[in-house]
Nanobody, 127 residues
Framework: QVELAESGGGSVQAGDSLRLSCAAS????????MGWFRQAPGKERELVGV???????YYIDAVKGRFTVSKNNAESTGYLQMNNVKPEETAVYYC?????????????????????WGQGTQVTVSS
């Protein structure tokens, strides 16, 4: 069992930077995929980015070049660096992890690929 705990959310202005952290406990996450989903009010949950097992690192088009997913295995911590954030990116951000293996990125975009979810951290971006 892996437990995930996000931190680093808050209220920022458009154009600011923010780094979310995800502390993992319970197991060695070296061979786990780790990523981030978000859910904005009234919208479906969507994958933001992931360091996958089998399909490399992936980002949705909306965040490419601005967001970076990283993972420090020694510290059992994942990160989401968010630069130049936009008001429409106001959402609850969830850290996710998975021990599965998929060679196709499309499989990693689905919530069912992930066995472990954090409780979420709110990010609010004002204009």
């Amino acid at each position: 069992q892996v437990e995930l705990a996000e931190s680093g959310g808050g209220s920022v202005q458009a154009g600011d930077s923010l780094r979310l952290s995800c502390a993992a406990s319970g197991r060695d996450i070296t061979n786990y995929a780790m990523g981030w989903f978000r859910q904005a009010p009234g919208k479906e949950r969507e994958l933001v980015g992931v360091i996958s097992n089998g399909a490399g690192t992936y980002y949705i088009d909306a965040v490419k070049g601005r967001f970076t997913v990283s993972k420090n295995n020694a510290e059992s911590t994942g990160y989401l660096q968010m630069n130049n954030v936009k008001p429409e990116e106001t959402a609850v951000y969830y850290c996710v992890a998975s021990a599965r293996y998929y060679s196709r990125i499309i499989d990693w975009t689905r919530a069912r690929a992930y066995d472990y979810w954090g409780q979420g951290t709110q990010v609010t971006v004002s204009s």
